[in-house]
């Protein structure tokens, strides 16, 4: 089975500052990882993938995501954080030669204070 | 090119009616998922469907709850007999083979 931890419920982070949002998954194979950002009584927004290739991923908004196998991590970083970035972040694992349906975290909240 | 569409936004039921959920996906995407959000929880996978497939519905709940996706037309996540319980977000996603999913709105079923 497959599961995803993100170990924070809540981030408190300086506007400007760098930001982290961490991500740990257990898969049986090689997995696909996804970060996605929701905002209130809205649906999920795709933020980035990890599918194959670099182990830092560049996505939307300016984020990025470094995938490390050994530590099986996924970690969600921006250098430099924005009020507008606060949201519930939520980290999703898929095994690649599984099922199809992602596996969600439990979301973490991030707050950007200014 | 619209995003993943999801009507209604909101839906009130009664205890013991039925509850109609539809989502068309992005446009070219051929795969559909439906994802349950209970409160202050993250999402959870109930069916992935293709064009009048089920593919996978390891996370449908065994009783009430049914799911299609025909040649035509929208998905339908269909919920009989409805309980408090099933209050919750439903929310669909599309993707194209093996491509990331993107999510619809959502729909907020209340149970009264």
């Known amino acids: 089975a497959q599961s995803v931890a993100q170990p924070e419920d809540q981030v408190n982070v300086a506007e400007g500052n760098p930001l982290t949002v961490k991500c740990t998954y257990s898969?049986?194979?090689?997995?696909?990882l996804f970060w996605y950002v929701q905002y209130p009584n809205r649906g999920l927004q795709f933020l980035l993938k990890?599918?194959?290739?670099?182990?830092l991923v560049k996505g939307s908004y300016g984020f990025e995501a470094e995938f490390n196998k050994s530590q099986t991590s996924f970690h969600l970083k921006k250098p430099s954080a924005l009020v507008s970035d606060s949201a519930l972040y939520f980290c999703?694992?898929?095994?690649?030669?599984?099922?199809?349906?992602?596996?969600f975290g439990k979301g973490t909240h991030l707050i950007i204070q200014p | 090119n619209a995003g993943v569409m999801q009507n209604p936004r909101h839906l009130v039921r009664r205890r013991g009616q039925e509850a109609r959920l539809r989502c068309s996906p992005m446009?070219?995407?051929?795969?559909v998922y439906w994802y349950r959000q209970l409160p202050e929880e993250g999402l959870k996978f109930m069916v992935y469907?293709?064009?009048?497939?089920?593919?996978?519905e390891s996370g449908m709940p065994k009783e009430r709850f049914s799911a299609e996706f025909p040649k035509e037309g929208p998905s339908i996540l269909r919920i009989q007999q409805v309980v408090r319980g099933d209050s919750a977000a439903y929310f669909c996603?599309?993707?194209?083979?093996?491509?990331?999913?993107?999510f619809g709105p959502g729909t907020r079923l209340t149970v009264l």
């Open positions: 996603a599309s993707s194209p083979p093996a491509g990331a999913q993107y």
């Open positions: 898969v049986s194979g090689n997995p696909y």
């Open positions: 990890y599918i194959t290739g670099d182990n």
């Open positions: 999703a694992v898929r095994d690649k030669g599984g099922a199809d349906g992602l596996t």
């Open positions: 446009k070219g995407h051929s795969h």
């Open positions: 469907l293709q064009k009048e497939n089920i593919i996978d």
